[in-house]
């Protein structure tokens, strides 16, 4: 059937997206067993509206934005990293360095206007992991006197709004369809896990399309510059220097790789010191040989260790499925990419080489691979964005378990796709357009 322009049917459609959106967010935690089911609905009328309704480029802009919105004002349902956030921003600017100690040893020296915030944090004993542009924006806040936690919260949505708006902006720019851009701009997982639960992953795709543009434009040192904030923003870029290298040239390249550290240098020097160095190191070896969610190889790796050890291999396999994603993500680029590959298509399966071999998967982690998906026309990522809100399963009052089932199909589903669209290049959303 064609598509139809806006009308009665697209107001049901766009209502059956934010009714449930809105109920996660202001009526459910991320342990109510109908989280998932009701994820499910604002899902499915998701992709009625990706396949049967056109929108130009001003009224896709404005449901976004306004989709946004009505999740302003509500505390995070889904996570609760962002207290440690706004922890990290009051820290800075009480002139301590976030890398310098873990909230635990901190919080006996600190003022009683400390302690609310401190109870709600869920990474007490760990050093901080997040890179310096990210807490720039953490201060922002704090430098100007908010102290309620809720308006905290709220000044750094609006922050990640911005970011959000430059990101659908940039993604419209570089296609030029409509609908590709529908496929990231009303996602639920993206809209719910960035505005409402405050990641920001936003920023850094707002970072990478703007490299990716200045890199198109042949304006090398732009791109760059733009790279190196996103890496700033979280370390994720760092993997895609290897496809620099075959998409520059060796010498471009190189004089990019100069000018990155050099940004990367300068905007961490309020911070520099050792502290850098062993706070975040700290935080991300915790993170690559403790923290365990919604894995790929791993739980298959962890299942085999388990059976030929008797425990979790974790602080051994995590490290090795990183060197092994690397080796892969470097062979991608030297042996595959060339100055004729597509960025979007280089990323995309940079991405997702990066995820299968994670040690963790949160859901938010996959936006970059489905906003990067919007210029290829594969549909594994979109599918993924379904199910990954499984893994949300595995909450109760109890804790967490693996919900190691509904992972498997999860996973099954989404590399089966993958292997199909990508071996016989066969793109399931060609007529997205």
Known sequence: MPKKPLGLKTAWLILGLLIPMLCIQYGMIRSSVWLVPVYGIAFLSYLFIVFKVEFSFKQLMVIAVLLRLTLFFGSPSLSDDCFRFIWDGRIWTDNMSPYQATPEALIDGLPGQYQSLYEKLNSQAYHSTYPPFSQYVFSIPALFGVKDIFWSMTMIRLILLLFEIGAIYLLFHLTKHVARVLVYALNPLVILELTANLHFEGVVIFFMLLAWWFYEQKKWIGGSIALSLGVLTKLTPLMFLPVLFKKLGWRKSLLSYFLLGFVLLFFSMPFLSLEIV????????????KFEFNAGFFFLVREIGFWMKGYDVVQTAGPWLSVIALVLIVGYSVFTVNKRTDWAMAFTIVLF?????????????????????????????????????????????????????????????VIGLAAFELLKNKPLLKNVE
Request: proline share 5%; glycine share 10%.
């Open 353 to 413: 080489i990066q995820l299968l071999f994670a040690t963790t998967v949160h859901p938010w982690y996959i936006i970059p691979l489905l906003a990067f998906s919007c210029f290829t026309k594969l549909a594994f990522p979109l599918v993924w964005s379904g199910l990954i809100f499984l893994s949300y399963l595995g909450y109760s009052d109890h804790g967490y378990q693996h919900p190691m089932g509904w992972i498997t199909f999860e996973y099954v589903v």
């Open 278 to 289: 062993d706070g975040l190191g700290n935080g991300l070896d915790l993170f690559f040989r």
